[in-house]
Structure formats: structure tokens, C-alpha cells
């Protein structure tokens, strides 16, 4: 059973007398729900240019979690348009002191420029979408909350989420008391390297050629596998944001980095690609296959709005990864021989600063990280002598989560000494089986699948 104690009056002025009063939110809808708990959804009015206040603004949207004023809140700011409680990882642990016990109150936001369905980018200055402007907008967040919540923060976030969080910690480092960073990148080129040399050392040699084989199986069948392609995109009512055969080629020269990512999606244990279909199998066996180890979803038309922005930043501050075989495979491609063009001018300043500052005093953060997951190319390690951790879950992908290490209670421990808060993990049937089967989904909306530009 839950251990929960929610003292919503004990507060004065409570965090609904805080929101109503401000002049910035807009409480969207309030609710009580069982053991006492309240969810209140808001619209945070943030300005466009933080350097200039009572300039254009837009709308930040945003959901609280109330418990116990006395615990923890967990601060969850999305790397992408996600503002809705998420339930995973410290979520589900219960905090306690001398005074309460109980889960922690959640706090999560979504990520500037990625509102209103990610529409916000089309209609908004995009200079203004860059790492300094996004962390000044978290610390209004937690500025306006912490007039009521006086307990300790933690911050949390999945791959961009993370690097989000680490970016907020290193602009405002007293906003946040600790902050667990899962697979987070940090590019330092806009075309990254580094990339490619670790993809390819994730595989076994046996497992390296079978994917290439299976690469080149894709370019070969393509006038087979366009049909399987389209109606597939037909039968799950989606568009394909280019033409079909370029998708192909796409999904072909991306395969190996999306595979690994997610691997633990298609699989828990065996490697699916040793088992891949060859020249003599069907198109349709092929096509089931690749069905059933790729996101065919990646090239459609419901994520060009999402990656609007994303693709901004990436080619302004956040860089991207060079991770495709052109080479080994230039005899069958016919549009993307090589990596996309430089389209805008990127400064890779302030990732770099970010990084030295973790170097230098990147304290009270648990990096976390898993050995196979293309996205580790581009790992923090965290300096010795900072009061920092980083973690490596041996095996593991992008999908990594707090109970996948075996290590945990190192993170835990940290977050213990800088919380002063008891955490311990109380294993709840209900709970748990109740997100066990989404927290995979949950996560890998919050990370980044790169797939092949087509400008």
C-alpha cells in the first residue's frame, strides 16, 4: 500500500491561493482526486525574451501533482511538448523525513517553442529558442512554486528532457537540490562523429554484417517494399511526409541507429538482427520484420510539427549525429549519398560552456547512461572530484530507467545526502501494474529518433 500524506490546509497561502493570485498563470482546471491528492493543470504566460519582460510572450502549459507540502517536489520539465504527470522512476518512490511520508509532489512543463501541438514554432520568433531562454523560463517556474513549496527539488528528464534539466541546472544551480539525467546527449558539433565509430562497435562482428546485409536487402527490395509500405501508412491513416521510396532509403540508411536504440522495445534479451531476412526471403517477411524492429511512424507527417523545432535546434546549439553508412552503402542510394547540408549557422559555444561548468562545478547531478544506446556516443562523464555520479547500465539502451541499474542505490544514495530525505522504493501491486506496460511508451516520447532529413 501507498504511504501518502497530503496537508494541502497546513500552507498558507496554499499553491491555488499562489496561482490565482499571479498575474502570469492561468489555472486551467483543478481536481481532487483519492488519498487526498489534487491535480491542477495551468498556463504559464512566460516572455519571449526574458532579456526584455514586458515584450511578446507565449504560453507555457504545465500540470501539478499536489501531496504534501513538506515533501519533495519532482520537477519534470519535457524536452518537447509534454506538460501531463508522468509516472516513473522517483515518481514511485516514497520520500520521508521527521516531519511526513509519502510519494512526491510531481511538477512537469513543457519546453518552449513546443506548445500548442509544437504549432508555437511556426508563429514565434525562433532566435529565442535556445538553451538561455529556455532554462530562464524553468526558473520562473520553480521561482513562482517554491513561494509555496519549501522542501526539496529534484529534477528529472529522458534524453532531451535530461539535457533540458542539466541546461536549467547549469544557468540556475540553486533552483534544483538534485537532478537525475537520463541518456542525455551533449553534441559539442553540429555534425557530430563521434557517433559513428561508437555505433559500429555496439555490434558484435556477426551482428555488424548481418545489419548491413539487411540495409542493403532494404535498397534492393525497395520497388518490392514500397506497396507494403504505403498500405501499412494507409491501414494506420497516416501520410508519409515524403515521397515512399525516398522513406525507404530513409528507414534503410537509419535502421542500425534506431534499432539499437530501442532494442529493448523489440526485444529484452536476444539481438532480432541475427535473425534477419535475406535475399531469399519475401518482400513480406522482410517487410514483417522490419515491421517489427523500426518505428515505420518516423517518416509520417504527424511528427513533422514536433521536429520542427527540434530540427532547429539541433542545427543552431544542439547538433546531431553523424550515425549512417553513406559509404557502405552509396552504390544503392539514389537521394541522401551523404549527410545533410549546413542550412543554419550553428554555435557550439554554448553546449561547451555547459560542459566545461560540469566539469568545474557540475555538483548534484546523476548522469545515467545505457552501454548500447547510440545516444551515449555523445555521454557526460563526470569529473572525479565534483559531487556528481555518473552511471552506465551495462547492455542498456535509450530505455534505460532507475530499476535497470543494479547500481541504483548509488543514485539513491546521492539523492539522500543532498535532499536529506529517507528514499526508498515500496512496491506497490496497483501502481505497478498499472504503468508497467506504458513507462516504455512514456519515455520514448520524451527522446529524440533521428531519422533522415529531407531538406
Not at 343 to 349: A, C, G, K, M, N
Not at 381 to 405: C, E, I, Q
Request: aromatic residues 14%; contains cysteine.
Amino acid at each position: 500500500m501507498a504511504l501518502i500524506s497530503c496537508e494541502k490546509d497546513e500552507v498558507t497561502p496554499s499553491i491555488l491561493d499562489i496561482l490565482e493570485s499571479a498575474q502570469n498563470i492561468e489555472i486551467v482546471s483543478s481536481e481532487d482526486l483519492e488519498n487526498g491528492e489534487q491535480l491542477i493543470k495551468f498556463k504559464f504566460k512566460q516572455p519571449l525574451d526574458h532579456n526584455n519582460p514586458n515584450g511578446p510572450y507565449f504560453i507555457q502549459n504545465g500540470s501539478l501533482l499536489h501531496r504534501n507540502y513538506n515533501l519533495p517536489v519532482i520537477f519534470m520539465p519535457s524536452g518537447y511538448g509534454r506538460s501531463y504527470i508522468r509516472h516513473y522512476n522517483l515518481t514511485r518512490y516514497t520520500f520521508s523525513n521527521n516531519k511526513s511520508t509519502g510519494k512526491p509532489n510531481i511538477l512537469a512543463v513543457d519546453h518552449r517553442y513546443y506548445g500548442n501541438e509544437g504549432k508555437d514554432f511556426e508563429n514565434l520568433d525562433p532566435k529565442y529558442l535556445n538553451i538561455e531562454q529556455a532554462a530562464n523560463d524553468l526558473h520562473q517556474v520553480v521561482k513562482t512554486f517554491k513561494k509555496t513549496y519549501n522542501s526539496k527539488w529534484i529534477s528529472m528528464g529522458y534524453s532531451k528532457g535530461g539535457h533540458t534539466c542539466t541546461y536549467h541546472k547549469y544557468f540556475f544551480p540553486n533552483d534544483i537540490d538534485g537532478t537525475l539525467s537520463f541518456v542525455a546527449p551533449l553534441t559539442l558539433q553540429e555534425a557530430d562523429d563521434r557517433f559513428y565509430e561508437f555505433i559500429k562497435n555496439i555490434h558484435t562482428p556477426t551482428e555488424y554484417d548481418k545489419m548491413l546485409n539487411f540495409q542493403r536487402l532494404l535498397l534492393i527490395k525497395r520497388d518490392d517494399l514500397t506497396p507494403l509500405l504505403e498500405d501499412w501508412y494507409r491501414n494506420n491513416n497516416l501520410e508519409m511526409d515524403r515521397e515512399s521510396d525516398k522513406v525507404i532509403e530513409g528507414i534503410a540508411l537509419s535502421y542500425p541507429f534506431t534499432y539499437w536504440q530501442y532494442k529493448s522495445y523489440w526485444a529484452s534479451n536476444n539481438s532480432p538482427i541475427l535473425n534477419a531476412p535475406t535475399i531469399e526471403d519475401s518482400a513480406h517477411d522482410i517487410f514483417e520484420f522490419l515491421s517489427t524492429t523500426y518505428f515505420l511512424d518516423n517518416y509520417s507527417t504527424k511528427d513533422v510539427t514536433k521536429y520542427k523545432p527540434y530540427s532547429y535546434q539541433v542545427k543552431t546549439q544542439l547538433g546531431y549525429p553523424i550515425y549512417a553508412e553513406y559509404e557502405q552503402l552509396s552504390d544503392l542510394l539514389k537521394y541522401y549519398k551523404t549527410p545533410r547540408n549546413k542550412s543554419l549557422d550553428f554555435d557550439p559555444q554554448p553546449i561547451l560552456d555547459v560542459v566545461k561548468w560540469l566539469d568545474e562545478s557540475g555538483d548534484n547531478i546523476v548522469h545515467l547512461y545505457g552501454s548500447k544506446d547510440p545516444w551515449t556516443a555523445a555521454m557526460y562523464n563526470n569529473a572525479p572530484y565534483r559531487d556528481a555520479l555518473t552511471l552506465m547500465n551495462k547492455g542498456g539502451d535509450h530505455l534505460v530507467d532507475l530499476f535497470s541499474f543494479n547500481d541504483n542505490n548509488y543514485a539513491i544514495s546521492k539523492l539522500q545526502q543532498w535532499t536529506g530525505f529517507k528514499i526508498e522504493y515500496i512496491w506497490d501491486y496497483e501502481v505497478t501494474t498499472k504503468n508497467a506496460t506504458n513507462i516504455k511508451d512514456w519515455i520514448k516520447e520524451e527522446s529524440s529518433t533521428p531519422f533522415i532529413s529531407d531538406n
